[in-house]
């Protein structure tokens, strides 16, 4: 396994929408374990392949406190987003490194997608969990959880992520 380089907003790859994945080859099974393995590294709760760089529809999550628990979506699709009851949680985001802000959020949602097996899978997630696979498939329409602050907060934390760029070029 190998660690994958991150995309950092506001690199505009992340606005990339994501293609369906069509064959679940050895290369899209070996992305998988690197994007959990680099997930794990970097203390994250979930990954999006569109933050490697790559533009499919692959997701990985483990919201487990063991981190032994993961969880790979290929394909994910939100069937139902139960807007009755909404949770606000700090969101952070591997791509937007020392940040966590507030986001309001249906706290339910239901999921068809496919396992890295190649079977069917419908997943009814609640609380974090929901909050997380909301945040992961966001990234593969190229949103952000950003986009849900205000103007100055973003522009805040745009600046702030572009100046730490450019200290680490020199
Ligand atoms: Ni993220």
Redesign the pocket.
């Known amino acids: 396994m190998s660690l994958l380089k991150i995309l950092i907003f506001p690199d505009t790859r992340l606005r990339t929408v994501a293609d369906p994945i069509g064959s679940i080859d050895n290369s899209i099974k070996k992305l998988s374990q690197d994007m959990l393995e680099t997930m794990y590294a970097g203390n994250g709760v979930?990954?999006?392949a569109t933050?490697v760089n790559i533009h499919k529809r692959l997701v990985v999550v483990d919201v487990s406190e063991e981190k032994n628990d993961p969880l790979i979506l290929v394909n994910p699709e939100v069937e139902i987003l139960n807007f009755e009851k909404n949770k606000i949680y700090a969101e952070g985001?591997?791509?937007?490194p020392g940040f966590y802000e507030e986001i309001e959020r249906p706290n339910m949602i239901k999921i068809k997608a496919t396992s890295i097996e190649g079977k069917k899978i419908n997943l009814k997630a609640e609380g974090m969990k929901s909050i997380v696979l909301q945040?992961?498939i966001d990234?593969l329409d190229g949103k952000?959880?950003v986009d849900f602050l205000s103007n100055v907060k973003r522009q805040r934390i745009r600046q702030k992520l572009l100046k730490q760029k450019k200290k680490k070029k020199i």
């Open positions: 979930g990954l999006a933050q985001c591997l791509s937007v945040h992961e990234h952000m959880f």
